[in-house]
């Protein structure tokens, strides 16, 4: 028995006013292709459902300001509601209902649920997860290796003519000043590492970052997501993206405990409260040491574990807000 292939291509940006991604799905009866044309690289699954979301995400602006910004995509999940594709991008209604009836896949409408619920529901993923993207690759603009080695060449012109001329200690003064902002910046001004004046000085930003995840104010690399504490509220961010703040404390609802997991091919941390009841769910790498030493400063329990798949379950549908 032959079945018809269903095809489906998402006709807008997973943002607004961004192109469309260059994605297609196809299903031929038993598994869905989706291909990524910008890379020519594809992937076979077979979900059982399919999750068309949409979410806002909180943002701060290069001015300080705060702009809320709505993302669109679509998800294949399997047969525990797990993610075993992200697929960004505005899909049509009607397309989708019939790549869906085609395909004799059941279809959830996730955008209508709270936004909590649904970066939930993505930071889940199966293993094997993939996101397809549909973007090809990107490069580093020309000018940020010479405006890099610039900016080194200048402070080390600086720190020769203070120590030459005898004031070593303005040096030692500014770099101390350096620490300090580091270690006290503002949560609103760590969100505008993406803004124009940061990739200028992004080699001496990178320098501050690492020192700060040597001493454990921060945990987390540059360009990804991170944890930082400001006013004993920990703040999960990624970019200019912000979660909502999570209260250091004892008590029920509280961040007291970090769980960094390994399950199967996936890792991540998780903040628990002093019951064990998950509060933030934030996938990717994360390492063990400078883990201790941000849990260690801000007198939190730190734990790495590699569950179950129960276990894990449990943490993913019971986690109030998440970074997917």
């Not at 806002?56 to 679509?74: M, Q, S, T």
Request: net charge positive.
């Amino acid at each position: 028995m032959s079945f018809p292939q269903a095809r489906l291509a998402p006709h807008g940006g997973a943002t607004i006013g961004s192109v469309a991604p260059a994605t297609a799905l196809t299903w031929d009866g038993r598994t869905l292709t989706a291909a990524d044309l910008a890379t020519e690289e594809s992937v076979r699954l077979a979900p059982v459902r399919l999750y068309h979301y949409g979410y806002e995400r909180r943002l701060y602006e290069a001015n300080g300001k705060e702009r809320i910004e709505p993302v669109w995509g679509l998800a294949a999940l399997d047969e525990d509601g797990l993610v075993l594709a992200d697929i960004p991008g505005n899909w049509h209604d009607a397309d989708l209902d019939l790549f869906a009836r085609q395909a004799g896949l059941p279809i959830i409408d996730g955008r209508r649920q709270p936004t909590a619920v649904v970066r939930a529901m993505l930071a889940g993923r199966a293993p094997g997860w993939r996101r397809i993207r549909g973007e090809p690759p990107r490069r580093a603009a020309r000018w940020r290796k010479p405006v890099g080695i610039g900016a080194g060449v200048v402070g080390g012109g600086i720190m020769v003519y203070l120590v030459a001329n005898g004031m070593g200690s303005a040096w030692r003064g500014l770099s101390m000043f350096g620490r300090l902002i580091a270690d006290f910046a503002e949560v609103k001004w760590l969100l505008l590492a993406s803004s124009p004046l940061a990739l200028v000085l992004r080699p001496l930003t990178g320098r501050l970052h690492r020192r700060r995840v040597r001493s454990g104010v921060v945990l987390g690399s540059p360009g990804g997501t991170q944890l930082v504490v400001k006013n004993r509220s920990l703040w999960g961010i990624r970019g200019k993206e912000a979660m909502l703040p999570i209260v250091i404390g004892r008590s029920h609802g509280l961040a007291a405990r970090l769980q960094l997991y390994s399950y199967d091919d996936l890792s991540g941390i998780f903040v628990l409260d002093a019951s064990g009841c998950p509060l933030l769910h934030l996938p990717g790498l994360w390492s063990p040491e400078y883990a201790h030493r941000f849990a260690e400063r801000y007198g939190l329990e730190l734990a790495v574990h590699r569950l179950s798949k129960q276990e894990y379950l449990g943490l993913v549908r019971g986690v109030r807000q998440a970074m997917p």
